[in-house]
């Protein structure tokens, strides 16, 4: 029997206990893994935050990505009918509904924000959406969310050209499809553009979809009410023509761009303790960077780019509630 499917007898809201007391043991333990990476991210997209403001930051962050880890843990193990009674309101689903209406298919974008895999469940209510999903490490792990992912509409396809085929034919056909474009890919499959305002690896993916096949781009998150009684879904409309233009470079820093306004309505949510910036020219990897190299990098970066446009995060004003 897999281990993973006690998740299943297990309520939700011991589950939720547990996380918080994870995310409180992590708060305290500043040289953890989890704890530098979101360090370091804060550090490169806002450095103007004082330390009260990073501390406040950096404990909501590690308190939403527990918990985002347990829940997504949960909706695998329950069937999909339990992961839908969890979603309370779904806001400007207007603009989801006129995505699937478009006869050129429908990509919906979901960055790594709040509880999305609570949310696949919901939107496999409407039609049966081919994804894209590389197995993850550990036998257990793997059969356990392909099990997850098998009560779905979706067709599972592989990460490789044959699945990448397989979701560009389900556009052609008028389907959807979801993608998660803020993953660090391989270097032949992104190209270096900002995000956040740092140059950096970004997947093509999506990009190379819209082009080509014109399909609909509806933005989506899910997020975690803060009386705590289940999820909310957000809808987000991405028609900035730069998003299909067909040079990779221009239509991917677009994306970036929407992600980023996605992801400052909620800051918190976002998973920043992903080592989203692994590969930034002149720099490397921050990750494992010097603290000298790294700091030095950063106050060039801004010093040279102290005219910050709209394209770059606004500290105060997107920060606001962790003064």
Not at 13 to 19: E, F
Not at 59 to 71: A, G, M, R
Not at 138 to 164: C, H, M
Not at 311 to 322: F, G, I, P, T
Request: proline share 6%; glycine share 6%; aromatic share 10%.
């Amino acid at each position: 029997m897999n281990p993973y499917h006690i998740f299943k007898i297990v309520p939700l809201s011991v589950l939720q206990i547990l996380a918080r007391f994870v995310a409180w043991v992590i708060v305290k333990l500043p040289d953890l893994s989890i704890r530098r990476t979101i360090r370091i991210n804060m550090a490169l997209i806002a450095p103007a935050l004082s330390e009260l403001q990073k501390k406040s930051l950096t404990k909501d962050i590690v308190y939403h990505q527990c918990l985002t880890s347990i829940e997504s843990i949960k909706s695998w193990a329950m069937p999909p009918e339990w992961s839908i009674n969890q979603i309370r309101d779904v806001h400007h689903q207007d603009i989801l509904l006129e995505g699937f209406a478009n006869p050129n298919g429908m990509l919906a974008i979901v960055p790594h924000l709040g509880t999305w895999e609570m949310m696949n469940a919901w939107l496999n209510q409407f039609g049966s959406p081919t994804i894209m999903y590389k197995p993850v490490d550990g036998k257990y792990a793997n059969e356990f969310i392909l099990q997850g992912r098998a009560r779905l509409n979706a067709t599972l396809v592989p990460t490789d050209g044959s699945g990448v085929k397989a979701v560009f034919k389900t556009l052609k056909q008028g389907g959807f499809s979801i993608v998660l474009p803020d993953h660090v890919p391989d270097p032949s499959g992104g190209v270096i553009v900002p995000f956040f305002g740092i140059e950096t690896l970004t997947s093509t993916l999506a990009s190379k979809l819209a082009s080509k096949t014109k399909c609909a781009l509806v933005g989506l998150s899910c997020i975690r009410r803060e009386d705590g009684r289940g999820f909310d879904i957000y809808c987000y409309k991405l028609d900035d023509p730069a998003l299909y233009d067909r040079d990779t470079k221009t239509a991917a820093h677009a994306l970036n761009l929407a992600m980023q306004r996605m992801i400052e309505d909620k800051c918190s949510h976002y998973m920043w303790g992903y080592r989203r910036f692994k590969r930034i020219p002149n720099l490397g990897n921050p990750y494992n960077a010097d603290k000298a190299v790294l700091q030095a990098f950063i106050q060039a970066h801004y010093s040279t780019d102290f005219e910050r446009t709209d394209n770059d995060v606004n500290d105060k004003a997107k920060l606001d509630n962790y003064k």
